[in-house]
């Protein structure tokens, strides 16, 4: 079970191997025995021999502690084996039997979704919303997250949900989720993904907001959700820039200067340019002429325009 917990499947493995060939009746005397066997068998991607192990252990007690993972679970496998109509009664008797418990909760999403995605990525899941779905999962991840908090289903609800608004263009709504998921659930192993669905709703909002000059709404946008600024590397050029330029016009230049100073490097680009110009009207308007010697220092190998070189 330790090496279960710490996702040691192999050597796990070693372990329930030799305690089913030394006793091979076990399980009568300890039923979750078959659990352990059947989650180390699919994690191994032995999907057949998984499915006899949770098979045996519903089959002895269905009412036993746990019934509704072994269902859930026993879907999942008949999903991974493409029996999707075997899949479906799984978790449809999961749901039905265990609605509010970890397995039917789950197995309804995974009735919403029409698949298994337990670490999704936006690709992943704009895939799965592009199917023709069960009523839409919104609800079911609104209904975990709200009447569940404390399930382990609820980092992955809270997540899928930043992603469907992703997907339905609620940008800011997506935004918002994926705050709260980092303020939820700082420590989860899903959090970088949550980075990725601020990155990309920030990156489809910036660029209308610029063309209206909305430079007061960008900079808040960027103040209010401190996420943007933990996952900046993946957020686009174009991104990180609207909110430079938006931090100088709206009265804050050493902010600005934070975001666009790292564009400013001895390799020629279009995002460099732009930032150099910014950072040359932010030196120049604080008669900051030292710090305008240390930009040319930075690009003296760049081809300029004589009206820029001039400056």
Known sequence: KSLVRLGQYKEAWQ?????????????????PLLRIN??????????AKSKDYYLTSYNIDPHAEGSD?????????????GR???????????????PDAEGGLNSKMRLAERGVYDDPSISDMFSA????????????????????PKSPLAPLAQLKLAMWQLFKDRYLQALESATTFEKKFPDNPLAPRAGEVAAAAFDSMVEPMLRNQQYAQIAELWR???????????????????????FLRTGNPQESLRLAL??????????????????????QEGDAWREILSLIDKVHGWKFTMDQRQR
């Not at 790292?262 to 279009?270: D, F, L, S």
Request: hydrophobic fraction near 40%.
């Open 84 to 98: 999707e109509r075997e899949s479906t009664e799984f978790y449809e008797l999961a749901v039905a039997r265990f």
């Open 129 to 148: 919303f592009d199917k023709p779905l069960q009523g839409g999962p919104e609800a079911i991840y609104t209904q975990i997250v709200r009447d569940h």
């Open 15 to 31: 372990i329930a191997d030799y305690i089913e060939k030394r006793w091979p009746r076990y399980y009568t005397e300890y039923p």
């Open 224 to 246: 209010e959700h401190p996420l943007l600024a933990k996952n900046r590397s993946i957020i686009s050029d174009k991104g990180q820039l609207a909110a430079a330029l938006s």
């Open 262 to 283: 790292p564009y400013v490097t001895p390799t020629q680009t279009e995002p460099g340019g732009n930032a150099l110009m910014l950072a040359l009207h932010i030196y």
């Open 69 to 81: 993972l072994v269902l859930a679970r026993l879907g999942d496998v008949a999903s991974r084996l």
């Open 38 to 47: 059947g989650e180390i068998a699919y994690r191994l991607g032995e999907f």
